[in-house]
């Protein structure tokens, strides 16, 4: 099992960074390829951020590519999602989730987080 923590989510004005934190738990971080989902009201889930067990590979959905930074440190047991930029379409619970093998950014993830909500004001 593991465990995945997210924090930092929050209220931001367009045009706004926050960065997301989640931190995991129960078996060896360095194994597992990381990313993070969202998913806004009457839309079905997207993931966004997607990065290689030793960080080394990143793929970024085309609707947050240049303004969103995936990032982990495997030392802190940590991934990171840095968004700047922000837009209100960007309002979603976003998650983390890690699994083993391959990165990708469908949903296909071993285990997920509790969700942490992010609202942008226009």
């Known amino acids: 099992q593991v465990q995945l923590v997210e924090s930092g989510g929050g209220l931001v004005q367009a045009g706004g960074s926050l960065r997301l934190s989640c931190a995991a738990s129960g078996r060896t971080f360095s194994n597992y390829a990381m990313g993070w989902c969202r998913q806004a009201p009457g839309k079905e889930r997207e993931c966004v951020a997607t990065i290689s067990q030793s960080g080394g590979v990143k793929y970024y959905a085309d609707s947050v590519k240049g303004r969103f930074t995936i990032s982990r440190d495997n030392a802190k047991n940590t991934v990171y999602l840095q968004m700047n930029s922000l837009k209100p379409e960007d309002t979603a619970v976003y998650w983390c989730a890690c699994?083993?093998?391959?990165?990708?950014?469908?949903?296909?993830?071993?285990?997920w987080g509790q969700g942490t909500q992010v609202t942008v004001s226009s």
């Open positions: 699994r083993l093998g391959a990165i990708m950014l469908s949903p296909d993830y071993d285990y």
